[in-house]
């Protein structure tokens, strides 16, 4: 069976992890630290169908575009060490990383298209004023504790990483 899969089917490429400790040391979160070998393993670059896996393809790009600093969910934390492995593979230094929690609706799940949760598109179409939606947000993040309607330009020079909870936000 695998031999007739291999006839008509291309090979996935892995990367043979190190038996090393790549530490980061992020903005939000302090220090996380994972071992390759033991903690996750030899991981994808590029899938048998042909498209390159996440952890390649978002290096090339911060890498090319000359990204210095990453600001992503919590959930991403545990593959900035092999993020940070890749880059010093292909010779590139590691950016600044965050990580800031998640937003999660009332069950529980975190807002994102695959859940079919609310998008900024449909509250703008249901005449939500973007300003109130902002100052919401940025109420949630800790630089805008009444709530008030703003701008993301009225809010960042409040905004701080050690406002954000180090848990995450419920909506």
């Not at 210095?68 to 991403?76: H, N, Q, S």
């Not at 800790?142 to 809010?155: D, V």
């Amino acid at each position: 069976e695998i031999a007739e899969k291999m006839k008509t089917r291309r090979p996935a490429y892995r990367l043979r992890v190190p038996d090393e400790t790549i530490a980061v040391c992020d903005r939000h979160y302090g220090l996380y630290q994972e071992n390759l070998a033991r903690d996750c393993g030899d991981f994808l670059l590029q899938r048998s169908d042909g498209l390159f896996g996440y952890q390649l393809a978002v290096v090339v790009d911060d890498a090319l575009s000359g990204v210095t600093e990453v600001v992503r969910g919590r959930d991403i934390l545990i593959s900035t060490p092999r993020q940070i492995a890749l880059l010093k593979l292909l010779g590139y230094g590691a950016p600044a990383y965050a990580h800031v929690p998640l937003l999660l609706d009332d069950e529980g799940e975190r807002l994102a298209k695959r859940h079919q949760s609310l998008a900024l598109r449909n509250l703008r179409q249901m005449g939500a004023d973007p300003r109130r939606i902002t100052g919401l947000l940025g109420a949630l993040a800790g630089c805008n504790p009444g709530g008030n309607a703003a701008s993301p330009a009225e809010l960042l020079p409040y905004f701080s990483f050690s406002h954000l909870a180090a848990g995450i936000f419920a909506l």
